[in-house]
């Protein structure tokens, strides 16, 4: 399974070694460090990253500001994350769509999720989701399949983007069942669920940490997860239990530019380790339907390249990659 592949993950190690050559010996007291999301504010993303960046600034003693880059399904803000200097004030939280599965989807990709960063951590990891309009008359996937083949490409299905991981868990139902949707792609989750709230569109893909608020509200429902049932809908079937064979886990990974000086790397390491033992944090986590993993950082990185390997085989037999 996908989801055995992909295991971001952050390290069990809590010593900070001393600054060596080519480290700023007072950072991070110099100015706020940046933290950059690549999807729009209000999303899962953008949520995971307001709670993380207040404990982490905290843990830290310097201001973590959230940097919104949305657009071209995260590439923009990846991108300038990666041209960023690598002195330890420009942070990104890439995400599973960002870090793996825009590589294995997207030609000509300006950066390189394994040679131009540095892997802090997997900050946790949870479910991608099939939501609809409360009213739409679907309980489930097998009923969307149905739809589907009632109305071949009369329906239409949002997501983040081309490419995104909503999109590769819509591609897959359709190699799976041969169904045809129309996707409808945003800049971000916030506007997809904003949308099929309002009624403009009936089906979207998002993450867990987005759908939640909207789902417990009435807003939209939840009809399939892209994985194994999320601790958040329990009752909400995966995508294997409704006959597609194809089990995804959306994941976040913290991280900087290359070559930003080990010293530093080690501490912003070790504290989030810390931060993300906090009570609060594990609570918040909970909310959010997302776990933490455990192994280093080096492993996270090495893991991401072979991630990047399986899921573009997967994209190309599924024909999202040309």
């Not at 991108?79 to 294995?104: C, F, I, M, Q």
């Not at 009923?143 to 589907?148: K, N, Q, R, S, T």
Request: hydrophobic residues 45%.
């Amino acid at each position: 399974m996908l989801r055995r592949t992909m295991a971001f993950a952050l390290a069990a190690g809590f010593a900070v070694p001393a600054f060596g050559q080519g480290a700023d010996a007072n950072w991070p007291s110099a100015k706020p460090i940046k933290m950059i999301v690549p999807f729009a504010a209000g999303g899962g993303t953008d949520l995971v990253a307001r709670a993380l960046a207040e404990k982490l600034g905290a843990a830290l003693g310097q201001t973590i500001i959230v940097d919104n880059k949305p657009g071209a399904s995260g590439v923009i803000a990846m991108e300038a994350a990666a041209k960023s200097a690598p002195d330890g004030y420009t942070l990104v939280l890439g995400s599973a769509s960002t870090v793996v599965v825009n590589p294995a989807v997207l030609p000509d990709l300006p950066y390189d999720p394994v040679k131009d960063f540095e892997h802090l951590g997997d900050v946790g990891s949870g479910s991608v989701v099939l939501v609809a309009h409360p009213d739409f008359p679907v309980k489930d996937l097998r009923d969307v399949i149905a739809l589907a083949k009632a109305k071949p490409g009369e329906l239409n299905y949002g997501t983040w983007g081309n490419g995104s991981t909503g999109h590769i868990c819509a591609e897959m139902v359709r190699a799976a069942t041969g169904i045809q949707m129309t996707h409808v792609p945003y800049k971000g989750a916030a506007p997809v669920l904003n949308d099929i709230a309002a009624g403009h569109i009936k089906l979207g893909f998002a993450d867990v940490q987005s759908v939640v608020p909207m789902a417990k509200s009435g807003k939209v429902k939840v009809v399939a997860s892209c994985a194994r049932r999320s601790i958040n809908f329990p009752d909400v079937p995966g995508y294997v239990e409704q006959g597609v064979p194809f089990d995804f886990v959306w994941r976040y990974d913290l991280m900087a530019p290359a070559k930003t000086p080990q010293p530093i790397v080690d501490r912003l390491h070790a504290e989030l380790m810390k931060v993300l033992a906090l009570p609060d944090i594990k609570a918040r986590w909970i909310e959010f339907g997302m776990t933490p993993s455990t192994i280093s950082p080096a492993e996270l990185k090495a893991q991401t390249g072979r991630d990047i390997e399986i899921l573009t085989k997967l994209a190309r037999d599924a024909g999202v990659r040309p």
